[in-house]
């Protein structure tokens, strides 16, 4: 076991419902990483993230994080799943919501050091003006950093995201991207996206997963390549985000 | 209306009395369990519940007569029929995915039906209607005293887990990554729930206790910022409720609960339009 190992996959496998979502797969993240994990609609995106977290159990293999089993480490994880997946009418504030992740087994109630960190986390995604303001008044980008908030006010080693650019606008985009860049410098940062050719932008490396997982260094990245993770032509749009005073040209 | 302040003070309207105090009273369970039904959507599930509950009351009154269990009195039936129901349809909506809704619905029906069958096989008279609508008027000081324990419990319990409660209705998959046992407090919340639905079935009805569950709750959901002052509104608007409609009834010779209830669903209906109307001007 290597020291700047944080997160090792070793053949792992796993099936819902007897279709095989993931076979022998073996990962390696290293300490500082800052990868996305890509692949189609049913390759097993979200299925690796889930059993990085611990939420699900491989049939096969072992997952260690910082040495351990996942569910043993969970504290040191942070996690920002997709805001559609929340209740649109739930009654909370910004504050509510971030204090989650100053959720403890052995405290009932947030302390004023809990509140300060929530503060923190807050300002460091740039929302400090919101603390006050209805969760679902925000717009999709803003959720996207509130809970981003929510995952940094436990201070991870690891950030685990879960589609963070999903219904958010090509600014918004920017945006998340270059807080995430920022945070890389502190922690370890993984995250799931289907949208490729943006994130190649800014990730150092990109986990390709359609049953098997490939790696590729985002420097490598064209389209052969892409061809292969998702057997066959996809209709590509490139959006380089610098374009030349003519324009930009596809090739 | 005015004389009917003065029916609540006279001493031979005690039943009077009795129920506007049962009223305020269970406003508080119905605004803190009601509020957490509505935001974690179980309102389903304390259908369910509250059916199974009549199953549980059937079976004793049945035992009681036919069998002369005599210390198997309704109250032990439907607590015990209430903690069952709840556990297993907790259980059934973490585990079965797909046909949550049919075997839910299947609990709920079988629930109340073979309440209806054991009653039916029982000597001696039940009126039916006074389980679907309660008969708030034949209240006692015993009643009053279940009651009063039911809301410290639910206060004590809700104040104690508040942060986990919420964290468990708002995002559960998040809550059980920070290492807490989300199972444990959602079926925590379920028999808390099922525990409001006992304690009011019998004096309000299984009717009754859906409407007052999920209406106060529904309303204040447009007005509410944060979970603890949804609670507060739902409490008020529930007292706001049985009291306005008892008084009504009172006052027009109607029953009770049915009363109650298309009071609180007219209210509803008109603030949910007034508040769809506002929100897209």
Known sequence: ?251 | MIDMFYAIFDPDNLFLKYAFIMGALASISFGIIGTFVTVKKIGYLAGAISHCVFGGIGLALFLQVNAGLTWFDPMLGAVLAAIIAAVTVGLVSLHAKEREDTIIGTLWAVGMASGILLIDRTPGYFNLGSYLFGDILLISSKDLLYVACLDALILGVSIIFFNRFFSVCFDSEFTSLRGINTTFFYLLLLILTALTVVLMVRIVGIVLVIALLTIPSAIASFYAKRLWQMMIYSCLLCALFTWTGLGLSYSWSLPSGPTIIVLSGAAYLVLLVIHKLLKSY
């Not at chain 1, 997982?213 to 993770?229: C, F, Q, R, S, Y």
């Open chain 1, 1 to 251: 076991m290597h020291n700047d190992h944080e997160i090792t996959l070793k053949n792992i496998s796993f099936a819902y419902k007897q279709r095989n979502v993931l076979e022998n797969v073996d990962l390696v993240i290293k300490k500082g990483e800052f990868a996305s994990i890509v692949g189609p609609n049913g390759g097993g995106k979200t299925t690796l993230l889930k059993l990085i977290l611990g939420l699900i159990k491989p049939d096969k293999g072992v997952i260690r994080i910082f040495g351990k089993p996942p569910d043993k480490v969970r504290q040191q994880i942070g996690y920002m799943p997709q805001y559609a997946h929340l209740d649109m009418n739930f009654p909370a504030i910004v504050m509510d919501v971030v204090l989650m992740g100053r959720l403890k087994k052995s405290n009932l109630w947030f302390s004023r050091k809990d509140k300060n960190e929530v503060l923190t986390a807050i300002d460091e995604v740039g929302m400090t003006a919101f603390v006050n303001t209805e969760f679902n008044e925000l717009s999709g980008g803003q959720k996207q950093r509130i809970l981003i908030a929510r995952a940094l006010c436990s201070n991870p080693a690891v950030l685990l995201l879960d589609e963070p650019t999903a219904n958010v606008d090509h600014e918004t985009e920017e945006n998340l991207f270059s807080i995430l860049q920022k945070l890389n410098s502190k922690m370890t940062i993984l995250l799931v996206s289907h949208d490729l050719g943006f994130v190649s932008k800014y990730v150092k490396s990109v986990i390709c997963v359609n049953r098997q997982v490939v790696i590729h260094p985002t420097t490598l990245i064209n389209g052969a390549m892409i061809k292969d993770i998702y057997h066959g032509d996809l209709k590509m749009v490139r959006h380089d985000h610098r374009c030349s005073e003519e324009g930009h040209t596809h090739d």
